[in-house]
């Protein structure tokens, strides 16, 4: 391996433990109790190289938010190959999975989900584009209103049980699942319009 | 009427109207955007009067919390002589009529609920009041705890799916109350304890 590809791979791995150790500093400290001078110290690096890596306190804020986002939207992505319902289960699986892990965080950030503009607005596009891929999924030829309104719903129902969840601990990660799975189908039941979907083979 | 019970009434009055004035000035202003000086201006009273009423923007502020709970809680208060189901419809009901009549209000307090820790404390004590209000009225033996699961993740899809009533205005509030219903009850059937209720006679 080149010198030049060494390095350039040593720069991209430090920079990827610092927006996960970024993730962990900003679930933990209100914004502005953070300086760079501060981060430098938690992450045990000088102020200097710190800047190196990042112009600002407020662009290390929102690469730390945008590499989480993406790397939620890649572990939740759902296998196209497989049929609707399949596709949502796994999905779901790998959400409470990165849960699970990242409790401490996951909390921080939906509690703090209005106090800091930039998170809201993950937040929100979060659940927006979630909301479009589940929808479009379940109703390939357009989703009516109510299915729209239920989905939205079921998308903070999945944010309040997580949370409720990882606060009590007495229910296990597959049995929310499928209790969140049954809320969804129930919800689009509920609407009267109910996704029609493909008999398994 | 005596002279001092007619004043009384009038200060009870006057009290009344600028907790509700209170609650649209800071659903529409952020907390530090408001001063007593610009409270007394925008609700057309002295600053001296004003604070004759109220000693502090703080407790200004908490009283108009206080008096928005309260509002909410007496709203939705059930009739325990109805059985479980009607009493959650008409609770419902109600819920939705305040929202419908104070949408700008309910989204500037959803969307702010993490913002102010006040606020964040209140809708976080409305849905614990209400979780164990629908708990203990679909449960009196005791909720399991994947229903508690369900009816903390229901309440947050109550938000979810009213704020995108609110913004998108293209389904009925009966429709929205008896989806809200539908779910809670089919998120109770996906725990496989749903609750044991009475038979209409």
């Excluded at 998308?155 to 499928?178: P, S």
Aim: charged letters at 25%; proline letters at 6%.
């Amino acid at each position: 391996m080149s010198e030049p590809s060494y390095r350039r791979m040593d720069v991209d791995e430090r920079r990827a433990q610092l927006l996960e150790r970024g993730a962990e500093l900003f679930t933990s400290h209100r914004y502005d109790e953070l300086s760079m001078n501060k981060i430098a110290t938690e992450v045990g690096i000088s102020k200097a190289l710190l800047y190196h890596y990042f112009p600002s306190k407020q662009a290390f804020f929102e690469e730390t938010l945008s590499a989480w986002a993406e790397r939620l939207r890649v572990r939740t992505e759902p296998d196209p190959n497989l049929p609707p319902v399949e596709q949502l289960t796994a999905s779901l699986d790998a959400f409470l999975g990165l849960v699970e892990e990242n409790s401490g965080a996951y909390r921080n950030l939906i509690q703090s989900a209005t106090a800091v503009a930039e998170i809201r607005d993950l937040v929100e596009e979060v659940r927006r584009a979630t909301a479009e891929r589940i929808l479009s999924g379940l109703y390939p030829a357009g989703a009516p209103p109510k299915a729209r309104t239920a989905v939205s719903g079921w998308l903070w129902f999945m944010d309040g049980a997580c949370l409720n969840w990882i606060e009590h601990r007495d229910i296990e990660r597959e049995e929310l699942r499928d209790l969140l799975l049954g809320v969804l189908m129930g919800s689009l039941i509920a609407t009267g319009s109910p996704p029609e979907l493909p008999q398994v083979s």
